[in-house]
């Protein structure tokens, strides 16, 4: 027996006009304009006021009468962005009421085909035009799981539904306005998000990875749209440029590349060890970016990030690139793959750049203790072109990148700091490539010695077959550890330890990150790694231009097969 009726989410509401102004709504529409020091009615009762539906609430033992058990009450309040004054107001029993003059008269505007009873869960009053505003009801409590939406232009006059091609057993809780596109809405369900391109004409989902879970509010906050679930947390989807963007020209097109944002290199350390459990994930470390294919393809589609020098410095693939171990590894696990860093689905795809250059050459097969050759040295501050590759179609957009506005870090530094990574990244690179050529001259001297062996008169051939496969061996095992069976036996000291890819691989690791020139330790370092890279790239050029020369024209002589030296 209260004097007004309010239930447990009563509508609050701030003035788009005035700050100071704040509505508020139980049964009626209340008004403060100093706080809440004092409150004003500015309506009537809004409801039905159907006795029969304020009954006494819980028992029979125990009541539950805390004074938000009420039904007949405001559930939704809405006030134009446009037009100070103008408030729609809807009840939890399907009525929609409407005033133009900040409260002085109510007119009730209610659609025509709203279900007596139901629930107006959301009114959006829009952001376009001061006489349109959409209506979302729900009337589920009812066992009544239609999609209920609808749309007018002329103040409530006349609504039209939005409803079409909807799910008919999966009802509504919100709708809201785009802030920069007329046409683009976005709707929550009791299933995930909606979207629409065409002021509610056509509807399709919007998941991208949203679990199947009723969202009961969104937010179009920037260039984001923020998705309030019930009890699946807060979601966000990042950039909405592709979604304003597509038109069916685009969406015809064979391959679109949308305009990416400007994206901040932000510097991150490592987290102290602790407990993630309930955390929510971080936005994608690096530059998103978006592009449309009219068809999903299984031909390989890339996207080069080109520099303002012009040279391609990371090329991003929807292949996998291989791994320099398989799964019959023992240093192999669940997750270690690489994933494709592109997607080819029809539709829109959405990629990340994590501003990484391309990264070293690998060995195949090669353990290190720390560190990654694949990853590469992080990118500069500064104007990048993002060019995307499908088939013979290219398309490119320009991409900015700009420094984190914690750090202040000179550009002469961070020159130096990424000239020392490429210098590192082209090292590991290059024992790679020795790597390679040795296994592959090894294999071939490997065969041939064991056919020279029994032959008659070609013993001393086979002889030096084997000092030679002999010397590469040595030459390899100062290059890398070929011995090593896991990350542990570099670091246990096995078979010779860390060797200098592996060196170079920890070397690298630090340096990367790092946000000043390199160190005086770093660059001392460096220097005695390559002079052991040159002196072994000086006996491997020995061994290939010197004794295995002499082997080939021996075995020209014979007229034999010899080494092939890539």
Do not use: C
């Amino acid at each position: 027996e209260l004097r007004h009726r309010f239930q447990w989410t009563a509508p609050i509401l701030v003035s788009p006009h005035d700050s100071n102004t704040v509505y508020h709504a139980g049964n009626r529409v209340f008004r403060t304009r100093d706080g809440g020091q004092s409150w004003q009615a500015i309506s009537p009762d809004l409801t039905r006021d159907d006795p029969e539906k304020q009954a006494w609430a819980g028992g029979p033992i125990t009541g539950d009468n805390t004074g938000v058990e009420y039904y007949d009450t405001i559930f939704a309040l809405a006030e134009s962005p446009l037009e100070a004054g103008v408030l729609w107001a809807g009840s939890d029993d399907g009525l929609v009421h409407l005033t133009r003059d900040g409260g002085d008269s109510w007119a009730e505007v209610t659609p025509p085909a709203i279900p007596e009873w139901s629930t107006v869960a959301t009114i959006e009053a829009s952001r376009w035009d001061a006489g349109a505003a959409y209506v979302v009801v729900d009337g589920h409590r009812l066992d009544d799981e239609t999609p209920y939406l609808w749309h007018t232009t002329d103040y409530g006059k006349s609504w039209r539904s939005l409803a079409t091609g909807l799910d008919p057993e999966v009802y509504l809780h919100v709708i809201r306005e785009d802030t920069r596109r007329r046409d683009l809405l976005f709707l929550g369900t009791e299933r995930g998000v909606l979207v629409s391109h065409d002021r509610g004409r056509q509807w399709h989902d919007l998941d991208y990875g949203l679990p199947t879970v009723a969202v009961h509010d969104l937010r179009v906050h920037g260039d984001d749209l923020v998705i309030g679930t019930m009890g699946r947390s807060i979601w966000i989807l990042d950039d909405l440029t592709p979604l304003r963007d597509l038109t069916p020209e685009i969406e015809a097109a064979p391959a679109h590349l949308f305009p990416p944002r400007p994206s901040i290199r932000w510097v991150t350390r490592g987290a102290p060890a602790g407990s993630t459990e309930g955390a929510a994930s971080n936005p994608p470390r690096g530059a998103s970016f978006s592009y449309s294919l009219a068809e999903a393809t299984q031909d390989e589609i890339t996207v080069e990030v080109v520099d303002s020098a012009g040279a391609v410095i990371r090329t991003l693939s929807s292949v996998p690139r291989p791994m320099p171990i398989g799964d019959d590894h023992p240093d192999w696990w669940p997750g270690t793959e690489n994933p494709a860093e592109l997607t080819a689905l029809a539709g829109l795809n959405r990629a990340v750049w994590d501003w990484q250059h391309d990264g070293a050459r690998e060995i195949a097969d090669a353990v290190i203790d720390i560190g990654s050759p694949r990853d590469g040295p992080i990118a500069l501050p500064g104007d990048y072109v993002l060019r995307l590759r499908v088939d013979d179609q290219s398309s490119s957009q320009s991409l900015r990148v700009l420094p984190d506005p914690r750090e202040s870090i000179p550009r002469p530094a961070a020159e130096a700091q990424l000239a020392f990574n490429l210098r590192l990244r082209d090292q590991m690179s290059e024992i790679a490539d020795a790597v390679e050529i040795i296994r592959s001259a090894r294999g071939q001297l490997e065969t041939l010695g064991e056919l020279l062996a029994g032959a008659e008169g070609d013993a001393d051939l086979a002889a030096l077959a084997g000092v030679i496969t002999t010397e590469l061996t040595g030459i390899e095992q100062v290059l890398h550890n070929p011995h090593a069976e896991v990350s542990y036996d570099i670091l246990a000291g096995r078979h010779g330890g860390a060797q200098l890819y592996s060196r170079l691989a920890w070397l690298a690791e630090g340096a990367r990150n790092h946000p000043g020139p390199p160190t005086q330790g770093m660059v001392e370092v460096s220097a005695e790694l390559r002079a052991v890279l040159e002196e072994q790239l000086a006996e491997l050029a020995r061994v290939l231009e010197g004794r295995i020369a002499v082997f080939n024209g021996q075995m020209a002589e014979r007229g034999v097969p010899h080494v092939v030296v890539r």
